[in-house]
């Protein structure tokens, strides 16, 4: 029988929750690295055997990439690290924001987003990362500047079809593609606007806070920006706002459903000062056309008043087909909560764990 894995990652730690295919009752394990911040982890089920990724942050030891052949029951991380900064950068990884499987036609690339901004590429399955120079020396760099959770690339995707495209986001710097395999990258935040600057639409510098590419369109994107949320219908070329119909322009998650193309989901959030749901209810909202319409999803979440928000990696979809697709969502004050029909319904599957900082899911 398959078996269903959701990665937590909080601010003390990580937690496994296992669930058979039907993603109805869920086990917990943990926490594993304890007092650590996961900020990242993945699931890589190209290979034979799947494998898990963690990205903790000690305060002692620093931080590091963990990976799991046992779907989480242990972990091994390399002697060395395995992200280490090359000597003439001067500089140290200070966290690792993402950490994102290549495509399916290269089961052995893995990426990694990392702060201070910069991009990373395993190609032995992510044991190792080597520094992506292309986009470290860009001439933009040393304009880039930290938003309030740090300079750091948080977004990677790659495209399905072309190992030389991939798309980056980071906070504050906006998104930026590559059509070469890393060796130049372009500014690519056409329409996304930048409030907070004099010019407020400058050619970088936005603060995007996440971005997801449909499953149906690869070179349909959607951008959940600080203000604003676009999609973009040419890889990233150009944006416009799909807001309408939403209560608030801001958050900071953004997912496509797996298999359904143009359906996507948001958590909009009171700006800029409260970061809380709007009218302290909690709602997932969706859209299935792209952006055009949105409905708002509570059904099996908090009725009450609920204050505590959903951070940029606190919401996935796993990889189940159609309207069988599980959706998931995790809080700052440590609720986990889960659908298996794409939305619709939703169940608890925990609470009071630490702030809730990523979440992956997958059925193996």
Request: aromatic residues 10%; negative net charge.
């Amino acid at each position: 029988m398959a078996e269903a894995v959701l990665l937590i990652g909080t601010r003390k730690g990580l937690w496994v929750g296992r669930s058979d295919d039907s993603r109805r009752q869920w086990t917990l394990e943990g926490p594993q690295f304890s007092m650590q911040g996961v900020y990242s982890v993945a699931a890589d089920t190209r290979g034979e055997v799947p494998r898990l990724f963690a990205g903790g942050t000690s305060e002692h030891w620093g931080p590091g990439v963990f990976h799991s052949d046992d779907l989480g029951r242990s972990w091994d991380e390399p002697p060395e690290g395995s992200i280490r900064f090359p000597a003439d950068t001067g500089t140290s990884l200070e966290r690792v924001w993402q950490i994102q499987p290549g495509p399916a036609f290269e089961p052995e690339v893995v990426y990694a987003g990392a702060e201070p901004s910069s991009l990373w590429r395993s190609a032995d399955r992510g044991v190792t990362f080597e520094l992506v120079r292309g986009l470290w020396d860009h001439p933009h760099r040393p304009k880039w500047e930290p938003g309030f959770g740090g300079q750091a690339i948080h977004t990677v995707i790659p495209h399905p079809d072309d190992r030389n495209r991939v798309t980056v986001a980071m906070s504050t710097g906006g998104v930026y593609r590559t059509a070469d395999g890393g060796d130049s990258w372009a500014a690519s935040n056409s329409g996304i606007k930048a409030y907070f600057r004099p010019d407020p639409w400058p050619e970088f510098g936005q603060c995007v806070h996440k971005v997801a590419a449909d499953a149906g369109r690869p070179d349909r994107l959607y951008a959940q920006n600080h203000h604003g949320v676009y999609r973009s219908d040419d890889g990233g070329g150009s944006w416009q706002s799909i807001a309408d119909g939403l209560p608030s322009d801001f958050g900071f998650p953004v997912v496509s459903h797996p298999t359904e193309p143009d359906t996507l989901y948001v958590f909009p959030l009171v700006a800029d000062g409260n970061r809380i749901p709007v009218d302290a209810r909690f709602r997932v909202y969706r859209s299935t056309d792209a952006g055009k319409s949105w409905d708002a999803l509570s059904a099996g979440l908090p009725s009450g008043p609920v204050y505590a928000p959903v951070l940029r990696d606190a919401m996935c979809a796993d990889n189940m087909p159609g309207a069988a697709a599980g959706v998931y969502v995790g809080t700052r004050d440590g609720c986990v909560y889960a659908s298996t029909d794409s939305g619709e319904s939703w169940n608890e599957v925990a609470r009071h764990l630490p702030d809730v900082l990523s979440l992956r899911a997958a059925v193996v």
